[in-house]
């Protein structure tokens, strides 16, 4: 393994029930009041918010609340809510939702400690040196983001998707239940699973060095998600699937598989980024479109990974079969594989390679992708 700083202060309250506790996991940290921040107005009609409330409360926590955090989370609902937290001055920041919310949350953190607009930190005007605490009660696994000090925020005027990322935005805590997650959509789940999957994969292609401990590692939290996947599209109350499936996403984004590695590159998601920007794709359905794409394009650069990775996944030593497998299996749980299924125009690819090659630019990796590389890996997927 090369050397490795591991670093990761965030607590993880696993179990049922445990979102009832939120308002003791807050008072913990001397915040006496927060923003609570959630998506669509589920949480209030199946009581969720009316529990987490009643929690703060408890504690005498005081709190304002905005809704409305999409898919793909808008910058403009993260200005909106930092002008709520410096209005109220607001001690803290409770998502409640899935990574979109989170994101946003991480977002409005560091905004409401900034004399500036919020998007100075996802172009590079501004570092974030300051930022309120973070506490999450998650509804959906997918992103990672309850024990990550990232986040993704689309800027709809520029389009542009661009990250955030800070110590200072580890959440303090998160509250992972699996049964809060037993409403989520088969199609979300799809998504969900791919988007760990593409966690996953794209270190495990583009690593220069990966040990054995950590390939393993990855495909363990494959063949989670795929097992786990199949068991809850038959029954979604399972709990203990739900919980694994849970773990599994946690655990492909909150460091434990960058240990020991080397020269790795997330190449899907910046290529994706632009799909969500542009055409507000789900993350997860164009990371399914980009994905098997992507690992046709790159498959000779590194055979010996893409025939381990057969082999472990899929019970094949062959990696052309690996990355059809793979393919299949998307198709399988109702994840798109094509422009076409994902809804995007065959002329989108300009506009796409386009945007990407930006992203491309901000990320440092636009020598390895070109504009023209990016176009030829989206036109992979157009059928």
Known sequence: MKDFTFYNPTRIEFGKEKEDNIGQYVSEFSVGSVLILYGSDRIKTDGLFDRVTASLKKQGITFESVGGVISNPLVGLVREAVDVVKKNNLQGILAVGGGSVLDSAKAVAAGAKHDGDVWDFFVGKAEVKEALPVFSVMTLAATGSEMNPYGVVTNSETQQKYPIGSPLLFPKVSVINPDLMATVTPEYLAYSAVDIYSHCLD?????????????????????????????LMNDPKDYHARGEFAWAATMA?????????????????????????LYNVPHGAGLAVVLPAWMEEIKDQKPERFERF???????????????????????IGAPVTFAQAGLPEDAVDPIAENAFDN??????????PKERIARILTLAVK
């Open 203 to 231: 270190l495990y292609f583009t690593a220069s060095f990966l040990p054995v401990y950590t390939a393993a590692l990855i495909e363990n939290i494959l063949e989670t998600v795929m097992r786990t996947t199949g068991v």
């Open 253 to 277: 984004l909150n460091g434990n598989t960058f240990a020991g590695v080397e020269g790795n590159s997330y190449d899907t998601h910046m290529i994706e980024h632009a799909m969500g920007a």
């Open 310 to 332: 057969a082999r472990k996944i899929f019970n094949s030593a062959d990696g052309d079969e690996g990355i059809s497998k793979l393919t299949q299996w998307f198709t399988s």
């Open 360 to 369: 491309a630019k901000l990320w440092g990796m636009d020598t390895m992708y």
